[in-house]
C-alpha cells in the first residue's frame, strides 16, 4: 500500500498462510454414484445397496454400451471404407455414397441409442448391443470384398493401357 502524504511504501508481512476452512464444512456424507462416474466392473456387477438395487438394470447396460462402443467404431469405420472403396471409380466424386454412408452411420447410431434405452427397462435385448455392430461389420466386410473383384478388373485394365501407350 503506498501512503501518498509520506510516499512511503507500506508493506505486510504474512508469518502464517494457513487456513482452517474445517469450520465452515458439513458432515462428511458418501452419496450415490451414477451410471457414468463408475468403473466398468462397478457396473456390471453393482452392489447390494438400496440405490444400485433400484438402478440395477441401468447400470448394467451402461456397463455393456461400454463394452459395445469399441465394436461401434469398427463398425462406422468399416461402413466408411465400404462406401468408398467398393464401388467403381468416378472422378467426379463419390458424394452419393459418401451421404448413403453417413445416412447408415446416423441411422445405426440412433438404433443403438433407442436399444440401449430399452434395454434398460427389457433386459433381454441386453445381446442385440453386441450383434448390431457385428453384424454392420460382417455386412460392410462383405461389401468391401464384393467390390474387390470390379477393383482388380480396374486395375488390370489400367495396367493393359499403360501397357499399350
Not at 500500500?1 to 462428511?28: C, I, K, M, V
Not at 463398425?75 to 466424386?93: D, K, P, V, Y
Not at 455392430?133 to 455386412?139: D, H, R
Request: proline letters at 5%.
Amino acid at each position: 500500500q503506498l501512503e501518498t502524504d509520506r510516499r512511503q511504501l507500506s508493506l505486510l508481512y504474512f508469518d502464517d498462510y494457513t487456513l482452517d476452512l474445517n469450520q465452515y464444512a458439513g458432515p462428511h456424507v458418501e452419496r450415490w454414484l451414477d451410471a457414468s462416474e463408475r468403473f466398468l466392473p462397478e457396473l456390471l456387477w453393482p452392489n447390494n445397496s438400496a440405490d444400485d438395487q433400484a438402478y440395477y438394470w441401468k447400470l448394467v447396460v451402461e456397463g455393456h454400451r461400454r463394452l459395445t462402443t469399441p465394436l461401434y467404431v469398427m463398425a462406422l469405420t468399416l461402413i466408411a471404407l465400404a462406401a468408398i472403396l467398393a464401388g467403381e471409380f468416378n472422378r467426379r466424386g463419390h458424394h452419393r455414397r459418401i451421404m448413403a454412408a453417413a445416412g447408415v452411420a446416423t441411422v445405426v447410431q440412433l438404433v443403438a441409442l433407442g436399444i440401449s434405452n430399452l434395454a434398460v427397462k427389457f433386459p433381454p435385448l441386453i445381446p442385440l448391443l453386441y450383434v448390431i455392430p457385428v453384424a454392420l461389420c460382417i455386412a460392410a466386410g462383405y461389401v468391401l470384398e464384393r467390390g474387390r473383384p470390379r477393383r482388380a478388373a480396374a486395375a488390370a485394365s489400367a495396367a493393359a493401357l499403360a501397357e499399350a501407350a
